[in-house]
């Protein structure tokens, strides 16, 4: 099965920062990486699938990169809803297997 | 516009079985994978299992192969999750979600229901 490892696991800024959120598969899986966004209590939200593509809706602040095993996810300009829980998850394999998460919290 | 709603979670002893329920709606359901998607309490999401459409082909996680099967019903736009042997470490929230394999993401989820495996 394909691993997922996403870094850091926490990460602290303030309003106004850029961010970079890293994920790494244990095997190439192309551009089928996917990043979401977890408020708590919520269901996760999709913000950019297929590695770089923004979901319909999605501020131009965030931004997906990355192919083969290595990807990221940049947040320019954060604001105060930007601090949440984020997630990459591949669906190159069966497992479709998510990352452990990335908690943003506020400086 | 598209909703997906689940039913069915609850409480149940180990060893126990539950169905949970996913109905969508605001999209042509036959068209899409299905997906579920369990996140025990404080945890990250765990992928557990995706149907696909037309041949209703599925895949599950190690964690729940052999336990738990997914089947869907295209005529009632749902899809089902039939639960078996339920562990205490199922206990989570599940998710349903419109996407799987090879799609791009998984771009609507339903708010979720509880499923708590105690004795």
């Known amino acids: 099965d394909i691993q997922m490892t996403q870094s850091p696991s926490s990460l602290s800024a303030s309003i106004g920062d850029r961010v970079t959120i890293t994920c790494r598969s244990s095997q190439i899986i192309s551009t089928h990486l996917n990043w979401y966004q977890q408020k708590p209590g919520k269901a996760p939200k999709l913000l950019v699938y297929d590695s770089y593509t923004l979901e319909t809706g999605v501020p131009s602040r965030f931004s997906g990169s990355g192919s083969g095993t290595d990807f990221t996810l940049t947040i320019n300009n954060l604001q105060p809803e930007d601090f949440a829980t984020y997630y990459c998850q591949q669906s190159y394999s069966t497992s479709c297997s998510f990352g452990q998460g990335t908690k943003l919290e506020i400086k | ?119």
Request: aromatic share 12%.
């Open chain 2, 1 to 119: 516009q598209v909703q997906l709603v689940e039913s069915g979670g609850g409480l149940v002893k180990p060893g126990g079985s539950l169905r949970l329920s996913c109905s969508g709606s605001g999209f042509m359901f036959s068209d899409y994978y299905m997906s579920w998607i369990r996140q025990a309490p404080g945890k990250g999401l765990e992928w557990v299992s995706y149907i696909s459409r037309r041949t209703g082909h599925t895949d599950y996680a190690h964690s729940v192969k052999g336990r738990f099967t997914l089947s869907r019903d295209d005529a009632k736009k749902s899809v089902y999750l039939e639960m078996n042997n339920l562990q205490v470490e199922d206990t989570a929230v599940y998710y349903c979600a419109r996407g799987g394999r090879g799609s791009s993401g998984l771009d609507y989820w339903g708010p979720g229901t509880p499923v708590t495996v105690s004795s």
